[in-house]
């Protein structure tokens, strides 16, 4: 008689033991298959760079605002200079084109030994050089981005460190800018000298820029008295007009002077001198496209060719013609004995 129920007892005990546990774990799974505290997958740890380790070569940067002098090592001049001058999140690859052009910039510029300034200092941190704002202000600028885009940056600059670009032996004048309007600019168009790195070159992938076209409209009496100039206006806004081989304005008569398209555009701050002009109710409205004096590398330029898959170096030398990539390091005694 006993051995019905204690048959019954014991398999009750089996089921609880090997059913109980799957009722308490299927609800947490299910859970799980929704996402409410399934976890982010693991990524790829990007390598940290120490780039006040070792340093080659301190840098001093006169900071205009508090107008006293940081002593920043290369390496982390150029990554704070990158950080400044170009969106941190553009391709790495035209983050590393940039940082290439921003030590070569202060390698050739500590090398030609220009005259020290207040305090010391090699450079300022406006655009009179190269603009540089330390990790305190980007965190202040990025905030909660400051993390990863500091990261990528220094990312950037690590992977190039040391790399500086040269012709014939010399580093180059690696100027820069925004947005091209299409082909970037010969030296001797914007500036005095013929440099033969700095030819114009095709650059289509600026046309997805948000600075490629703009607009500023002037009453007749501010260009008068920003050209300083007497206008007719029952004559041509524009008359008399030379371009460049980049379609950009090199001459142009506007009321009773002809000027330059640089010094038109600088006198009114313009974004480019590819310019056009209509008078329209008693204004000049001037349309630029491009924006920056477009000599030298196009920054979205550059990064629409990382977009396409294009390398630093390929960037680099489509922008600068003929350029080696060499090492900083036989340029530290020239600039040490500066």
Same mark, same amino acid.
């Given at each position: 008689? &006993?051995?019905?129920?204690? +048959?019954?007892?014991?398999?009750?005990?089996?089921?609880?033991?090997?059913?109980? /546990?799957?009722?308490?774990?299927? /609800?947490?799974?299910?859970?799980?298959?929704?996402?409410?505290?399934?976890?982010?997958?693991?990524?790829?740890?990007?390598?940290?760079?120490? @780039? =006040? *380790?070792?340093?080659?070569?301190?840098?001093?940067?006169?900071?205009?605002?508090?107008?006293?002098?940081?002593?920043?090592?290369?390496?982390?001049?150029?990554?704070?200079?990158? !950080?400044?001058?170009?969106?941190?999140?553009?391709?790495?690859?035209?983050?590393? !084109?940039? !940082?290439? !052009?921003?030590?070569?910039?202060?390698?050739?510029? @500590?090398?030609?030994?220009?005259?020290?300034?207040?305090?010391?200092?090699?450079?300022?941190?406006?655009?009179?050089?190269?603009?540089?704002?330390?990790?305190?202000?980007?965190?202040? $600028? &990025?905030?909660?981005?400051?993390?990863?885009?500091?990261?990528?940056?220094?990312?950037?600059?690590?992977?190039?460190?040391? =790399?500086?670009?040269?012709?014939?032996?010399?580093? $180059?004048?690696?100027? +820069?800018?925004? %947005?091209?309007?299409?082909?970037? =600019?010969? #030296? =001797?168009?914007? &500036?005095?000298?013929?440099? /033969?790195?700095?030819?114009?070159?095709?650059?289509? &992938?600026?046309?997805?820029?948000?600075?490629? @076209?703009?607009?500023?409209? +002037?009453?007749?009496? *501010?260009?008068?008295?920003?050209?300083?100039?007497?206008?007719? /206006?029952?004559?041509?806004?524009?008359?008399?007009?030379?371009?460049?081989?980049?379609?950009?304005?090199?001459?142009? %008569?506007?009321?009773?002077?002809?000027?330059?398209?640089?010094?038109?555009?600088?006198?009114?701050?313009?974004?480019?001198?590819?310019?056009?002009?209509?008078?329209?109710?008693?204004?000049?409205? +001037?349309?630029?496209?491009?924006?920056?004096?477009?000599?030298?590398?196009?920054?979205?330029?550059?990064?629409?060719?990382?977009?396409?898959?294009?390398?630093?170096?390929?960037?680099?030398?489509?922008?600068?013609?003929?350029?080696? $990539?060499?090492?900083?390091? #036989?340029?530290?005694?020239?600039?040490?004995?500066?």
């Amino acid at each position: 008689m &006993w051995k019905g129920p204690s +048959f019954i007892i014991i398999s009750v005990l089996v089921l609880m033991i090997l059913v109980l /546990p799957t009722l308490i774990v299927v /609800p947490f799974i299910e859970h799980n298959k929704e996402g409410a505290t399934e976890q982010p997958a693991a990524t790829e740890a990007v390598a940290e760079y120490n @780039l =006040e *380790e070792n340093p080659a070569f301190v840098v001093s940067v006169l900071r205009d605002q508090a107008n006293q002098v940081e002593e920043v090592p290369l390496e982390l001049y150029v990554s704070r200079v990158v !950080a400044s001058e170009m969106p941190a999140d553009f391709e790495i690859e035209a983050l590393k !084109a940039q !940082a290439l !052009a921003a030590r070569t910039y202060i390698v050739r510029y @500590l090398v030609q030994g220009e005259e020290k300034l207040q305090g010391g200092a090699d450079v300022t941190d406006t655009v009179q050089h190269q603009v540089y704002k330390n990790d305190e202000e980007l965190r202040q $600028i &990025w905030g909660t981005d400051y993390e990863w885009k500091i990261q990528k940056v220094r990312q950037a600059v690590g992977e190039t460190k040391g =790399e500086i670009l040269t012709f014939e032996g010399d580093p $180059i004048f690696a100027a +820069f800018f925004s %947005t091209s309007n299409g082909k970037t =600019e010969n #030296s =001797e168009d914007y &500036w005095k000298n013929e440099i /033969p790195y700095l030819r114009s070159v095709s650059s289509p &992938w600026d046309e997805t820029s948000p600075k490629y @076209l703009d607009q500023k409209v +002037f009453s007749e009496s *501010e260009v008068e008295n920003l050209l300083a100039v007497n206008i007719d /206006p029952t004559k041509p806004v524009l008359a008399n007009i030379e371009k460049t081989e980049s379609n950009r304005i090199s001459k142009a %008569t506007i009321g009773d002077k002809t000027l330059t398209g640089r010094e038109i555009r600088e006198a009114l701050a313009l974004q480019s001198s590819d310019f056009t002009v209509e008078y329209r109710d008693n204004h000049f409205i +001037f349309k630029t496209k491009g924006y920056g004096h477009g000599v030298g590398m196009s920054q979205f330029g550059a990064n629409g060719m990382a977009q396409e898959g294009k390398d630093y170096k390929e960037i680099v030398t489509h922008y600068y013609k003929g350029v080696a $990539i060499e090492n900083v390091d #036989s340029f530290l005694p020239k600039m040490a004995s500066k």
